[in-house]
């Protein structure tokens, strides 16, 4: 392809993500009572352990406003992140050769599978994260939380989950463009650990114990599994 084309495909590939998730994002603002709902639950239910209220404490007029137009741009992102891995995917497609091309369908697939676990971890282990802040404080504290500030938290926990979990995708990626080969990964997997472990302690947005292990336990176990599915593929 020449440098028009490229610039063309990639206007094309933008133009089709930036209008699906204004699509969704509109869903996602009419809907906004359900899925503020959602969202809060973790919230409520590390509050309900410590029998208190949680209802969320707005102290600007604009706060509302704010939290419905964050609550329909995200939205919108996450309802149309199939569509956006497919554009992605398509983007890089023509690079590829014939035979690396019929693994699209599965990376794809598997990019959008491991990145909706990594925000479901992340949506589980949320409720503790709280806990633990709260602990941290210590019981001379009121604590009430503005809507925004919680929900800035709650969804970079999400994202950092789902962009992580990625983690094998890659690495299988890696392996298939014969830059890294299961023998090597396999070989500095003790430093791999180390990096992973760093890693979660670092990217961790609450940065409480649990989620750090609910990020690193299986990000060690993708690795492993990464370099089983590269060997399978070389095969």
């Known amino acids: 392809m020449t440098l028009a084309e490229h610039l063309a495909e990639v206007r094309h590939r933008f133009l089709v993500s930036a209008i699906t998730v204004s699509l969704f994002g509109v869903v996602a603002f009419i809907f906004y009572p359900q899925i503020l709902h959602v969202l809060q639950e973790p919230y409520c239910a590390a509050r309900d352990v410590a029998h208190k209220g949680c209802t969320f404490l707005v102290t600007n007029p604009l706060d509302g406003l704010t939290l419905r137009i964050k609550i329909g741009f995200f939205g919108g992102l996450l309802f149309a992140s199939p569509v956006l891995f497919w554009q992605l995917w ?42 633990f802040l709260e602990s941290i404080g210590g019981k001379s504290l009121l604590t009430e939380y503005n809507p925004n ?33 299961p023998a090597q990964l396999l070989h500095y997997w003790r430093y791999t650990l180390i990096a992973i472990t760093v890693a979660s302690g670092v990217f961790t947005p ?5 989620s750090m292990l609910a990020l690193a336990l299986p990000l060690t176990v993708f690795y492993f599994i990464a370099i089983g599915v590269g060997k399978l593929l070389k095969k």
């Not at 990376?107 to 949506?123: K, R």
């Not at 926990?157 to 983690?167: A, H, K, Q």
């Not at 609450?206 to 649990?210: E, I, K, Q, R, T």
């Open 90 to 131: 398509r983007f890089i497609t023509p690079g590829l050769k014939a035979r690396e091309r019929r693994y699209i369908i599965p990376f794809v697939s598997a990019s959008l599978l491991f990145f909706i676990s990594g925000m479901t971890v992340a949506y589980f282990s949320f409720g503790h994260a709280i806990q």
């Open 149 to 181: 500030q919680y929900l800035t938290l709650f969804l970079l926990m999400m994202f950092i989950f789902g962009v992580t979990f990625e983690f094998p995708v890659v690495l299988v990626a890696l392996e298939m463009a014969n830059i890294v080969t």
């Open 206 to 210: 609450s940065g409480d114990p649990l």
